[in-house]
């Protein structure tokens, strides 16, 4: 157990909720902050989060969070923007896109930069299939049209601590405990 | 005739003709610098070009162009992230998303940034429709499926020059060449 309070900068709840399940024991607290912070145009989730991390070290420890949903047969769309085309066009928008298209697969990234003693970034992907229709009501965004490799179910049909085992949060949020030990 | 060289700070050489028909008469010379600067995420095409502005006075006198199409029945999108959306589901995903939707009202917006002795902002729009299938081979980018109120044809059915009279960037064109007189 950490006596330091983690922020997580988010404006997202979701996000949120899934550190939090992670994190809790490892943290005296941890709490949610939505900090306006600048995110650049970037191909990679990576570069955006470099970028962000230069203007926050007052704040440190802190955690930012940078996930997209990159979908193979759009050349990765929506990837980078995916927030933002959650907001327009949806899990809806991306369906009506993938209707005529056989080859579905896509995978889940997220890009943790962090703020202790020093920066780093942790990656974590999942990799799965894009569903013929939503499913499920837990979780957020693209959750239930993205269905995990090995598993029947989409994220939105689990529970976040099952999602946390097997997600691209997760994988990033697991390289990072073992970081702070 | 002004005696100096204009750069336009672009990748775009569709973008790049236009600036430079338009413009030729009043400078000496127009370039293309293709730089790198930082693009922020945003809501708005004004917020993207004033954050760039900030790092760019040492190539000045230079524009720099941020153009989207916003689609009124998708929220907005493409927007912002036009450039990212048309490298990845382009024109055709584009008349996927709108397939079934009879409400096809659209604008195009283009904020041409400005360091000359110093910095301003201009903003042209126009409006039009999202045709049903693509039309010309003129232009670039959504040119093909953007038919501006008024007329029959699309941006990509028209010369530069006679796109440059009503389209959104020669709009702001316009006022640019207002000010710098």
Same mark, same amino acid.
């Given at each position: 157990?950490?006596?330091? %309070? *983690?922020?997580?900068?988010?404006?997202?709840?979701?996000? &949120?909720?899934? &550190?939090?399940?992670?994190?809790?024991?490892?943290?005296?607290?941890?709490?949610?902050?939505? *900090?306006?912070?600048?995110?650049?145009?970037?191909?990679?989730?990576?570069?955006? %989060?470099? !970028?962000?991390?230069?203007?926050?070290?007052?704040?440190?420890?802190?955690?930012?969070?940078?996930?997209?949903?990159?979908?193979?047969?759009?050349?990765?769309?929506?990837? %980078?923007?995916?927030? &933002? %085309?959650?907001?327009?066009?949806?899990? /809806?928008?991306?369906?009506?896109?993938?209707?005529?298209?056989?080859?579905?697969?896509?995978? !889940? /990234?997220?890009?943790?930069? &962090?703020?202790?003693? /020093?920066?780093?970034?942790?990656?974590?992907?999942?990799?799965?299939?894009?569903?013929?229709?939503?499913?499920?009501?837990?979780?957020?965004?693209?959750?239930?049209? !993205?269905?995990?490799?090995?598993?029947?179910?989409?994220?939105?049909?689990?529970?976040?601590?099952?999602?946390?085992?097997?997600?691209?949060?997760?994988?990033?949020?697991?390289?990072?405990?073992? !970081?702070?030990?």
């Amino acid at each position: 157990m950490n006596n330091d %309070v *983690l922020k997580v900068m988010t404006s997202n709840r979701g996000k &949120y909720v899934e &550190y939090k399940k992670k994190l809790k024991d490892h943290y005296h607290k941890i709490e949610m902050m939505n *900090l306006d912070y600048p995110e650049i145009q970037a191909d990679g989730l990576e570069e955006v %989060v470099r !970028f962000a991390l230069e203007d926050l070290e007052e704040h440190s420890p802190l955690i930012i969070d940078d996930s997209g949903l990159f979908i193979d047969a759009l050349d990765g769309f929506p990837g %980078v923007y995916s927030a &933002y %085309v959650m907001k327009t066009i949806g899990c /809806e928008g991306i369906l009506t896109l993938m209707k005529e298209e056989n080859h579905r697969s896509s995978r !889940f /990234e997220c890009v943790i930069g &962090y703020i202790g003693r /020093e920066k780093n970034i942790f990656k974590g992907i999942s990799k799965g299939t894009i569903t013929r229709e939503k499913r499920g009501t837990e979780g957020f965004g693209y959750d239930p049209i !993205f269905r995990p490799d090995g598993f029947e179910r989409t994220y939105a049909e689990m529970s976040s601590e099952e999602k946390n085992r097997i997600s691209h949060r997760g994988d990033a949020m697991e390289k990072l405990l073992d !970081f702070v030990g």
